[in-house]
């Protein structure tokens, strides 16, 4: 492929668009800037809640660019990009540093297509212009990717919300022009010194230019002779390069006219310095200052870059004259040299003082040339654009400096030009140029006019250069109006920067995507999409705790401090202990072993021993409290519950068969079992106190002791046994629990003897009595229960006693649960409906899996609280949810379950709360305690199929028009949809849909008016061909059955069937 069919990929005016709204579905990514609130710049309408919640979670979105998922733009990803604090000394380089930071960050994060979304501001006349070059000039590719055909966007798009369209089209267009014309300044300026040599740029310009010659004249001189003879100055510096042909001297003039030459009242005559790479000539530049220095020839470009906006924008009151000095100040045998004599085109002599001057002398001879032609021209303002000086860099950072001769200051010219600049965030600062500044470029010998450079003079070096250009080409004393533009400031931006934010300890350790501090996939999800993207597909995040990168992190910033506050902490412990004297820790290469530092005398009591009943340890708790472990133990209780719960529930399904009470109400107090986690917990304590300097010397103190209480017998293996009926306590237990009326006391004795064998764990091991059983199924307030069971010193030896027994011990655990296994196995191929026939139920594929896994509730149950209303009748929602529940527990294995506020904060992790005041739900399950806003479940004036539609998307299905193949089905007339609700409405990806046939009798099917802007319009339309007189179209919603056969297929295959084979295999 040719270099210019290359680099036709990528044309500006073909790739930018303008939309009238947020939502196109061609774009990836949306990006807004953020104002702050002294502006009064309010974001688009329909997203502003969303942003403004964003504010309020995290401060941090207006400081520096972040990328959200929301589904109120298109493509769903969301960058936000502020501009920090603006304060009266900005300009409108703050919305262009915006834009440019949130374009980069959209790159970042993978948008190819991005829109841009650009307010105006009253603040910034010029803002919307500023913001939309600051992203552009993000979206520059390099000359030498564009040639390998490479670009870093397929288009763009730009988007205002105000009436006036013209007049931002008409910004656009102009923002366009500018863009094409910054990327021919770039292409010239930024080009290595080889792909841009004299020879080379010339090409480029016809080139580019080729196009415009209707209003461009293109003159080029390369003959070597008639550059010696008409821009000596030029040619000199260009002698030591002459001898490679693509590094001989050009000069370019390029002229734009309008194509009526009777309108013009301004002739701007530009002249650039274009040295191709600067070397230093003879004073050779050392210590690594040569790099950068292809950018020699920023002020050539810039000519070019102006005369390619001239012929896009085509003013039609200005000629302009642009000439580009193109050369190279290389070094070698005809370098020329300091104290050499040259004598310019325009009489007078210089002598060269610094070789590394030389761009003050390939000007000279072309910016007389424009002085002499100035007098034929109508009111001609001539200009030297130039990186003449790091002077002018020190000055004014990355601003140019403009200096006026006395004609262009009495207009004020470089004031204006520094207003102007502010408008469009082009740092201009207004230099004077004084007398001194030409008296000082004198000569200082006899025989020479002129030095090259005053070496005597320290500072205002810029000022000095522009009285040289000003006195070699008479400038002085002419009535011809001439600006000097030193841009060195502006033009030596870094091109490579990287981000230091990290110290160089954490830099080094890789991206960590399993960290603490890394989001979930789905981390604020507005409706369970991925918020983030991880670009190798096969890394799977597995966010446990820290991760070992966390680890490393800790270790690298913490590791001294830690080390001196747990010394400071043992000593001070030890110190406690009367009698104990701290001695020096003896150096061996023995691996520690606290059964070396620990002297325990054994607790077994004697056969004949009777533990004496004490009172209940209050103080225990107590000190459990201390220890900062109230969710960590709320965490173990609810454990604790779930594994009671399945073996009763397995227990009751074997006896009883048919029974449907309910026995898994978790607010009974399960054998004492919290106490027993309380007491173990304060054995290990008082263990821990009592060893005294063997627990001051361990390092891995609580490891240790762990490993050790797991291993030894001596702190006995535990058994189950029941007790008898008359309350007779048999030895050998540490801890009895009495349940007598929700009361539990504990008694204290000795670890237990063995037991001799335990062989089985049934219901009797336990010790659940027949009473407690019929006490449970009656839910009565109280219970009337006395028994006494023993319980375990810690959980820890129960699941040691049962290893302990080898294979049998493992059959009786299958034994117990073998009626409450998983339900939730979704690999069965069939199930069976409530007719008791056999149907198929549909396989889930991996992505299927993958993708509802984090949707799903476990258990088989979700559970809801109901937020009281008085302007509702949740009375009768509790009905609809009631009927939708019976159809599930009938068909299905998941249901509905309420439970109280109460209940939910104390037992639950997991549970949906129906609020009519909340804005949005999230579809399936989040984690954690889950609100869900729809207020058209509580109107009620809907039909009721709409309630088994909201339980179905609380189970993790989506509407479904959400199919990927919806469009063969049915038509989404997305702009008649409430954009806060047009989330709902878009398409999933194939891993969402289950094979299963689309299904207009669904529940999840919204009807054709749900959720529509305004009366009169449908939201989704069925397609004639299919629905000729619509009437499919109006049923759609109003199923009287609630939820189809496709639903019902939908439940089991994502969560199984497995309760109904087992009762119909009792049943058999």
């Known amino acids: 492929m040719s270099w210019k069919n290359n680099m036709t990929r990528f044309k500006l005016y073909e790739n930018v668009f303008i939309e009238t709204n947020v939502l196109p579905p061609k774009y990836d990514g ?48 969301l960058v936000l990009a502020p501009t920090g604090k603006v304060t009266p000394y900005h300009d409108a380089r703050v919305l262009y540093e915006a834009a440019k930071k949130g374009m980069k960050r959209a790159l970042d994060a993978g948008v190819r297509k991005p829109l841009m979304v650009v307010q105006q501001t009253d603040h910034f006349p010029d803002g919307q212009l500023v913001a939309i070059l600051g992203a552009l000039q993000v979206l520059y590719t390099p000359l030498h990717a564009k040639i390998a ?56 310009i016809r080139r580019e230019f080729d196009g415009d010659r ?71 530049k050392i210590s690594g ?5 292809s950018r020699d020839k920023c002020g050539a470009a810039a000519v070019a870059g102006f005369l390619k906006a001239c012929a896009i924008l085509k003013p039609p009151h200005l000629k302009v004259i642009g000439v580009l000095c193109l050369c190279r100040n290389s070094v070698g045998s005809e370098s020329y040299v300091a104290d050499e004599l040259l004598t310019s085109k325009s009489g007078k002599t210089v002598r060269v003082t610094n070789t590394d001057a030389e761009g003050r002398l390939a000007m000279a001879d072309a910016l007389f040339d424009m002085t002499e032609r100035a007098s034929r021209e109508l009111n001609p303002h001539i200009y030297t654009i130039a990186t003449l000086t790091g002077h002018a860099r020190v000055s004014y950072g990355a601003n140019s400096a403009a200096m006026d001769n006395h004609s262009a200051r009495a207009t004020s010219h470089a004031s204006k030009l520094q207003f102007s600049g502010s408008r469009i965030a082009e ?38 250069a522009a009285g040289f250009l000003i006195k070699i080409a008479g400038l002085d004393d002419k009535n011809v109006k001439y600006t000097h533009l030193d841009i060195a400031g502006a033009c030596m931006e870094e091109l490579f920067t990287k981000d230091v934010s990290l110290p160089p300890e954490l830099r080094e350790l890789p991206y960590d995507v399993n960290s603490v501090m890394h989001f979930d996939l789905r981390e604020f999800s507005k409706n369970g999409h991925k918020t983030i993207t991880i670009k190798d597909h096969d890394t799977t995040q597995e966010r446990d705790g820290l991760s070992n990168i966390d680890l490393k992190k800790i270790n690298k910033v913490y590791k001294e401090e830690c080390d001196a506050r747990d010394r400071t902490e043992k000593i001070e412990m030890c110190q406690r202990y009367p009698g104990v004297a701290r001695r020096k820790r003896e150096l061996t290469d023995k691996p520690f072993d606290i059964l070396d530092h620990m002297s325990i005398k054994t607790l077994a009591p004697k056969p004949e021993q009777k533990p004496q009943p004490v009172k209940p340890k209050i103080g225990a708790i107590k000190n459990v409290e201390q220890l900062r472990m109230d969710q960590d133990i709320m965490d173990i209780k609810e454990l604790a519950y779930k594994v009671v719960t399945m073996v009763l529930t397995g227990i009751r399904r074997k006896q009883c068969d048919d029974d449907t009470t309910d026995m898994s109400d978790p607010s009974r107090d399960v054998l004492g079992i919290e106490e027993a986690i309380v007491n173990h917990a304060n054995f290990m304590i008082d263990l821990a106190q009592q060893s005294g300097q063997a627990f001051c010397d361990s390092v891995n103190t609580v490891d240790a002791f762990v490993n050790f209480v797991r291993s030894h017998p001596q702190f006995g293996n535990i058994r189950r046994k029941r007790q008898t009926n008359d309350g007779i306590q048999k030895p050998g237990s540490k801890y009895t629990a009495k349940v007598n009326n929700d009361r539990v006391l504990s008694n204290d004795s000795v670890t237990s003897a063995p037991i001799d064998n335990v062989k089985t764990i049934n219901l009797k091991a336990l010790t659940i009595t027949k009473d407690l059983l019929h006490q449970a199924t009656e839910d009565t307030a109280t219970r009337n229960v006395s028994e006494q069971v023993s319980v375990p010193t810690k959980i820890g030896d129960f699941i040691s006693g049962l290893q302990s027994n ?36 549909p396989k889930l594929t991996k992505e299927n899996e993958d993708f509802y896994s984090q ?33 599930l527990k009938t068909r299905t294995c998941i249901y509905f379950e309420e439970i109280t506020s109460k209940a939910a904060e104390e037992r639950w992790l997991d549970y949906i709360v129906l609020d009519s005041e909340a804005d949005d739900y999230i579809t399936g399950r989040t984690g954690g305690t889950q609100i869900f806003g729809c207020k058209e479940l509580f109107e009620g004036n809907h039909h009721k199929q709409l309630t088994a539609m909201m339980m179905m998307t609380i189970l993790g299905f989506y509407f479904e028009v959400c199919r990927p193949d919806r469009d063969q089905y049915i038509r989404v007339h997305t702009r008649h949809i409430r954009a806060d609700k047009l989330h709902h409405f878009e398409k999933l990806g194939p891993e969402a849909l289950i094979s299963l046939p689309y299904d207009y009798a669904s529940a999840t099917h919204p009807p054709h008016k749900f959720w529509r802007t305004k009366k009169g319009l449908a939201t989704v339309a069925t397609f004639k061909k299919n629905d000729p007189n619509g009437a499919k179209m109006r049923r759609i919603g109003e199923n009287s059955r609630l939820l189809s056969d496709i639903d019902i297929a939908k439940i089991n295959a994502l969560y199984g069937t497995s309760c109904f084979t087992k009762r119909e295999k009792k049943k058999k």
């Open 289 to 293: 200052k040569m790099a950068g220095m």
């Open 427 to 464: 740092g201009v600062e207004v230099s004077v140029v004084r007398p001194e500044d030409l008296d000082n470029n004198g000569g200082v010998a006899d025989g020479d006019d002129m030095v090259q450079v005053n070496m005597k003079q320290t500072v205002r070096h810029h000022q000095l």
């Open 806 to 841: 080898g294979t049998a011990g493992e059959g009786n655990i299958k034994k117990i649960l073998r009626d409450g296994d998983d339900e939730d196995s979704n690999t069965e191929d069939e199930g069976i409906d409530h007719h008791g026939k056999v149907r198929a139920v």
């Open 855 to 887: 949707r799903k509730w476990p258990d088989g149950v979700v559970r809801y609280v109901i937020k009281d209303n008085p302007k509702y009748n949740t009375q009768d929602l509790r009905k609809r949810i009631n009927e939708v529940n019976a159809i």
């Open 149 to 204: 055909g490479k670009n870093k966007a397929d288009f763009i798009g730009f988007h205002a919300e105000e009436k006036l369209e013209e007049h931002f089209e008409r910004i656009v267009r102009n923002a366009i022009a500018l863009e094409l014309s910054r990327i021919v300044t770039r292409d010239i300026s930024a080009g290595d010194p080889e792909e841009m040599s004299p020879a080379k740029i010339m090409d480029y």
């Open 214 to 284: 209707n209003c461009i004249d293109i003159n080029v001189i390369e003959d070597e002779e008639v550059i010696a003879t008409e821009y000596p100055l030029l040619a000199a510096v260009n002698r030591a390069a002459n001898a490679v042909d693509r590094h001989k001297a050009r000069i370019v003039e390029l002229t734009y006219k309008p194509s009526n030459i009777y309108r013009i009242t301004e002739t701007l005559m530009l002249v650039g310095k274009g040295v191709t790479y600067d070397t230093g000539g003879a004073d050779i």
């Open 30 to 77: 949306v990006i807004i800037i953020l104002y702050p609130p002294e502006l009064n710049v309010e974001p688009p309408r329909h997203i502003k809640s969303f942003i403004n919640n964003l504010k309020e979670l995290d401060k941090h979105v207006m400081k520096t660019p972040t990328v959200w998922n929301c589904d109120y733009v298109s493509g769903g990803r």
